[in-house]
């Protein structure tokens, strides 16, 4: 079974620029997770996408947003970027088979996409 | 306010040492508990995921015990190896999928 894909893995942009990033799921996993990685902040939590609807977002501003599709991929997108923003971006899926016993599922996370704001 | 705390920050330990890594956490709700190793530039790969109602989980050399009252986990590695170098994290989990992860533990293995 393949694992949670990201792309791209290596992203340079410039302040003012926006960005998209993709994640594909487990296959047969339905949530879809997005975490931004600093040396300074650590993981933080960005949203969660659960059957194309967001079901949770941490404290991040509107410039983040993301959708998910109905075959379960994600995509985020980073508007206006700054310097601030350049970290590695990490998907994690699991499987939700219903409101109860999904509160159980253990994430898989993918390997990230490095994005540096120049 | 949710908060997951990892002690040690670092730790060095010559090959073949028994070791313990701390996770605190200040709401006992919690769903599950799941521990994570990152290797540098790299995701994270699980290790164990330990359910609310259990005490604790096993996969080979890696032991996870929970204490929900007390608001603690440990990870416990026997018999440590160099390929064990890397980042531990912890991470709560409290309602749906939204994770709390703690800072992390970096291990250094040394042969």
């Known amino acids: 079974k393949a694992g949670v894909t990201q792309t791209p893995r290596y992203l340079i942009k410039t302040r003012g620029q926006q960005v998209t990033l993709s994640c594909s799921p487990i296959?047969?996993?339905?949530?879809v997770s997005w975490y931004q990685q600093t040396p300074g902040q650590g993981l933080q939590f960005l949203f969660e996408?659960?059957?194309?609807?967001?079901?949770n977002k941490g404290n991040f501003p509107g410039r983040f947003s993301g959708r998910q599709f109905s075959n379960s991929r994600s995509e985020m997108n980073v508007s206006t970027l700054e310097l601030g923003d350049s970290a590695l971006y990490l998907c994690?899926?699991?499987?939700?088979?219903?409101?109860?016993?999904?509160?159980?599922?253990?994430?898989?996370f993918g390997p990230g996409t490095r994005l540096t704001v120049l | 306010k949710q908060e997951v705390t990892q002690i040690p920050a670092a730790l060095s330990v010559p090959e073949g040492e028994n070791l313990v890594l701390n996770c605190s956490f200040t709401?006992?709700?919690?769903?599950?508990l799941q521990w994570f190793r990152q290797d540098p530039g790299k995701g994270l790969t699980s290790l164990l995921l330990?359910?609310?109602?259990?005490r604790e989980q096993t996969s080979g050399r890696l032991n996870a015990s929970l204490d929900k009252s007390s608001g603690r986990s440990t990870l416990y590695i026997a018999a440590s190896q160099p390929g064990d170098s890397a980042t531990y994290l912890c991470?709560?989990?409290?309602?749906?999928?939204?994770?709390?992860f703690g800072s992390g533990t970096k291990l250094n293995v040394k042969p």
């Open positions: 996408y659960f059957s194309e609807t967001q079901r």
């Open positions: 296959s047969g996993h339905r949530s």
């Open positions: 330990i359910q609310s109602s259990q």
């Open positions: 994690a899926s699991s499987w939700v088979p219903g409101l109860a016993g999904g509160l159980n599922n253990e994430q898989f």
């Open positions: 991470a709560v989990r409290y309602n749906f999928n939204k994770f709390y």
């Open positions: 709401d006992s709700a919690i769903y599950n």
